[in-house]
């Protein structure tokens, strides 16, 4: 059976809900580095972190098929299911004509339905009732649900100019269907949420592993699902481009790359050229990836400017492709230097890095029954902290350790709640991307000007959902008018640091001719 009914785009529907700007594809995310300008004579190595940040609006996004993946099986039944229904509200309610909804559902077998629908006030309505209509079934069939979610996405006719998501949540073990962790997954990006104590949060993870910038949400108090909803559906909604890569490229007789390190994002290597290429699929607007090259420098016999680096990135957006100018990083070799401090943002970024590793070895301790290890691991993580200055990313850092060592007092604690919390901990880290864990709102490294919207939203519309939130079209008319200049910012920084670098590149062929 194909799926191939996906609903056309009714262009009256996007009239009613205000015509989208033509899009502006240069300048979508922003790229700075931030390394010592100064390295000595002698042989060293210079770290370098390069900061690539999504541009501000999304006012010009493409439109969004969503497919939600629900676990219906018989431990949902009661409050639980009742939760879930509000958090699909919420998720339905946030949507625009420009956006599509599918709804899959999933116990013993998988059932689609409804297709892709185009959220208009009718089929809102009929996709209202069919959430209102979920009644818990029996067993628990992870990879069905996946699967005919995937079919949902790929066998689409109308598949030009949108970006796509699933989210999936179960609240139990997969005891049906195989392994869902060894589904093939192409680029759609999946988020799965484990719900309640009783779900298998390593085989969440896994799929969400699976899939470029994914993530995997621990909810554990069923009152956070709709949170935890909302964080997720505010990224996909601010999507800014799609298939972002980041090349590095060392540069002859004058670096070596030692060192790539981006998380999990995939990595290939030119060896012959001495480039090293990430590939972080999807950014969202004001979403930050930070990327750490360690490059070992040769000595040299006197001061002289040096270049060190070649930096270059690509995307895509509407099917457009871009790629921006090559930048080369210089720095100045210098025989005064003594003594050079790693810079404060470099420090910190080392430092988060530490301490994600340090919770993966703690999570690896715990889950082989060896608790007190783990402790002493977190509480050695904790202390590496205190060699740092305080500001909100340290902070953050010790909350989460803080939180994660109380999952860890005893072992059924640990296997309850603590491993989801840390699972959930590791992809966040390795995405660079907020994954919703604990209560949701005192942990919210990464998170996005979106997601701390939604999170005010969500809470509101769980007291009452009487009452709709603003659309996602909302959304962005109320940041127009708080930024006006937000649509063209990005596009305007872009131009603006090309003529720089224009003038810098011919400064530089001309002191060389002299």
Avoid: W
């Avoid at 009613?16 to 010592?36: E, M, W």
């Avoid at 300008?37 to 969004?64: A, F």
């Avoid at 709709?468 to 596009?491: Q, R």
């Amino acid at each position: 059976m194909s799926f191939n009914d996906d609903e056309k785009i009714d262009m009256g529907a996007l009239q009613d809900s205000g015509t989208k700007p033509t899009p502006i594809i240069a300048g979508r995310v922003q790229l700075i580095s931030i390394n010592n300008n100064m390295v000595p004579l002698e042989e060293n190595k210079l770290t370098v972190m390069l900061e690539i940040t999504g541009g501000d609006s999304s006012n010009d996004r493409l439109g969004l098929d969503l497919v939600a993946v629900l676990d219906v099986s018989g431990s949902m039944a009661g409050e639980k299911l009742e939760k879930a229904k509000t958090a699909m509200l919420f998720v339905l309610k946030k949507l625009s004509p420009i956006d599509r909804l599918s709804i899959v559902t999933f116990a013993t077998e998988a059932q689609r339905l409804c297709p892709l629908r185009q959220i208009t006030e009718n089929s809102q309505k009929e996709i209202e009732n069919i959430i209102n209509g979920l009644t818990p079934i029996d067993a628990t069939n992870v990879t069905a649900g996946l699967q005919t979610a995937l079919k949902v996405i790929n066998d689409r006719s109308v598949k030009a100019g949108r970006t796509v998501g699933i989210m999936l949540m179960s609240d139990g073990e997969q005891n049906r269907g195989g392994d869902a962790a060894q589904v093939p997954l192409g680029n759609v990006p999946v988020h799965t949420f484990g719900f309640g104590t009783n779900h298998e949060p390593t085989v969440l993870t896994a799929i969400a592993h699976n899939a470029i910038g994914g993530t995997f949400a621990e909810v554990h108090d069923m009152d956070n699902l709709s949170k935890a909803f909302s964080q997720c559906l505010a990224g996909l909604l601010t999507q800014v481009v799609d298939d972002l890569q980041l090349t590095v490229t060392e540069v002859f007789k004058e670096s070596t790359i030692q060192q790539v390190t981006a998380g999990s994002y995939p990595q290939s290597k030119d060896d012959a050229a001495g480039s090293v290429t990430v590939t972080f699929g999807g950014l969202y607007a004001k979403e930050v990836r930070k990327v750490m090259v360690d490059l070992l420098l040769p000595s040299v016999p006197k001061e002289r400017g040096a270049d060190v680096l070649e930096i270059n990135y690509s995307y895509r957006f509407h099917d457009k492709p871009f790629e921006a100018t090559p930048v080369t990083l210089a720095v100045k070799r210098s025989g005064k230097i003594v003594d050079q401090q790693e810079r404060p943002e470099v420090k910190n970024e080392q430092t988060r890095l530490f301490t994600a590793s340090m919770i993966k070895e703690a999570r690896v301790m715990a889950d082989n029954k060896n608790l007190d290890d783990a402790r002493d691991m977190l509480v050695k993580a904790q202390n590496a902290l205190e060699d740092v200055e305080d500001n909100p990313l340290i902070e953050m850092l010790r909350s989460e350790l803080l939180q994660l060592l109380k999952l860890m007092k005893t072992q059924d604690i640990y296997d309850k709640q603590g491993r989801p919390f840390a699972l959930s901990s590791e992809i966040s880290h390795a995405r660079q991307r907020f994954a919703a864990r604990g209560d949701g709102e005192s942990l919210r490294m990464f998170s996005t000007p979106r997601m701390d919207k939604y999170l005010e939203q969500a809470k509101s519309f769980d007291e009452d959902p009487s009452k709709p939130p603003p659309t996602a079209d909302e959304d962005v008319k109320e940041e127009i008018v708080a930024n006006p200049l937000a649509p063209i910012a990005g596009a305007l920084s872009f131009y603006i640091q090309s003529a720089i670098q224009s003038l810098q590149a011919i400064e530089k062929i001309l002191i060389r001719g002299v």
